[in-house]
């Protein structure tokens, strides 16, 4: 018999070698998906061991509980020109509903403030500081998502407040909408004469008690595909919104319990526990919230579930053979005028993952030597004539350094000795060069 030792032993054997060696195309069906499945969950154990998302889903209650009334005041200004206001107060009483008669007090307490709130006495400078506030949140959920995506750089400053407006002012009429029309469609006479008939009636019933875990599915899966500031399969969003529906689910079930026995806390903390709780609810939130995201994204990219986890930066030189290819890649479509090309276009091309072209693309910005358009999606041109870029000068403007790095550098004493190495390996990819353009490189 086996000591737990040797069984632990084996099983780190197991999880380290050959889950990750095997050949799955010379596995049968079963064995496949035992494997894609362990595979699975040990990328997401270890996206949960690395703290990340945890640190995030903490960061994203602080900034709820600064951003829930200023938001929820905004949303009423916007639901009332539509009369669908009233709907609000049911939704997040059933958002709440883990935590009992604590949730209801909470949302009687947040609706308080909200009514209190007069949008419209607050002058210019007052709503302004309103939807910062607002904004503030969306973008914090935004670079939350973008790192569980991969996603280097965040949207424009031009487009934040027209997307995220758009989310604010649009979102809550879609939402109380379908609320409204599903709430109409159970009471007309013909699902209620439908109901009396048996099996639809049973039918029915079971059906209404999934339309709260419909429509935060559907709410998740909107999240995922518009947060990110990068494109979502909707079919990715969708298993993600899935998995992390059930999650909400369960944990709100599980949740309530624990609430329901919490009464000593009640006796240690006094009027906190209410205030403690609801911040453990939404931490819990937040990070199914996420967990649904970094489902979707391995679903998007399945090549992303292996042993090592590759948030590594990119070294000097394949930093500069990408760099090279993406300035090949651009020049190409634009001395044969076949336009410019989005974040996924080159990635496709290329045959790399997204935020890996995304760094590098950020780079080339970075140096001025690709500009970024304000379509949707971005799209990326050459913010000079390759005929008059040298690509001497091109790799030397890839590998200048950034503003941090520069300071860095000016401060270290220069040795002439070494100087005089770097300046000679320099002349000499000039001379190899022999004053190429980056036109001739895409031409050739």
Known sequence: MQSPVDIYDS????????????????????????????????????????????????????????SMVPLLAVSFSVLKAFGVHNQVEPLLFNLVQPLGEQGNEIVDKVLGFVENMKVGVLGSVGLVLLLYTVISL???????????????????????FSDYLSVIMVGPVLVFSALGLTASMMNSEVIQAVMGIEPFGSLLVFLSKLIPWVLIVLAFTFVYIFVPNTRVKFSSALVGALV????????????????????????????????????IWLYLSWLILLLGAQVAFFHQHPERICLTDKRTPLNGRFREQLALLVMY?????????????????????????VDRTAEVVQLLLDRHLLLETNSEPAMYALATDPAGLELADLLQLIRSPGNEQAVLESQILAGAP????????????????????LRDLAAG
């Open 329 to 353: 890649r651009v020049a190409y479509r634009f001395i044969h005028d076949e336009g410019p090309l989005s974040l996924d276009d080159l990635a496709d091309v290329l045959h790399i993952p």
């Open 138 to 160: 969306i973008q914090k959920v935004e670079l939350s998502f973008n790192y569980v995506w991969h996603t280097k750089s965040a949207r424009p400053l031009s487009r934040r």
């Open 244 to 279: 992390g529906g059930a999650l909400w689910q369960g944990t709100g079930l599980l949740f309530a319990e624990f609430a329901s026995s919490s009464t000593k806390y009640a006796a240690i903390y006094s009027g906190f526990a209410i205030l403690i709780m609801f911040m």
């Open 418 to 437: 070494v100087d005089a190495v770097l300046e000679q390996m320099e002349r000499g990819g000039r001379e190899q060069l022999g004053g190429q353009t």
């Open 11 to 66: 099983a780190k054997q197991f999880v380290l070698g050959r889950l990750w060696r095997a050949d799955l195309e010379t596995l049968s069906a079963p064995r496949q998906y035992v494997y894609q499945l362990l595979r699975f969950l040990f990328v997401m154990a270890r996206e949960i061991s690395t703290g990340q998302l945890t640190l995030r889903a903490m960061s994203l209650v602080y900034t709820t509980l600064l």
